[in-house]
Nanobody
Framework: QVQLVESGGGLVQPGGSLILSCAAS????????MNWYRQAPGKEREFVARIGRTGGGTDYGDSVKGRFTISRDSAKNTVYLQMSSLKPDDTARYYC?????????WGQGTQVTVSS
């Protein structure tokens, strides 16, 4: 059974930092591109970051470039999203996604709220 479990969300003040984690199980981790998406209330799901199967080939949404960093640890089957200089507009539910040409899996998400 495939599971993607996100953690690390919470309430943070503007300008603060958070690190999100997504632990994958039931998949061959190295076979998947790993992505982070987010969705705020009343808005469409937005691409945040992507990392290639071996840890290279990162890409970021325009709104987070220079502030967020995606990484993966194959030994732990985990992908991370380091978020800094957080803004109220970053408030959303953040979802982990595992994708390859055959399969597409999603986690349940973790809430990030940026507010003073």
């Amino acid at each position: 059974q495939v599971q993607l479990v996100e953690s690390g969300g919470g309430l943070v003040q503007p300008g603060g930092s958070l690190i999100l984690s997504c632990a994958a199980s039931g998949v061959t981790f190295s076979s998947y591109f790993m992505n982070w998406y987010r969705q705020a209330p009343g808005k469409e799901r937005e691409f945040v970051a992507r990392i290639g199967r071996t840890g290279g080939g990162t890409d970021y949404g325009d709104s987070v470039k220079g502030r967020f960093t995606i990484s993966r640890d194959s030994a732990k089957n985990t992908v991370y999203l380091q978020m800094s200089s957080l803004k109220p507009d970053d408030t959303a539910r953040y979802y982990c996604n595992a994708h390859n040409v055959k399969y597409d899996f999603w986690g349940q998400g973790t809430q990030v709220t940026v507010s003073s």
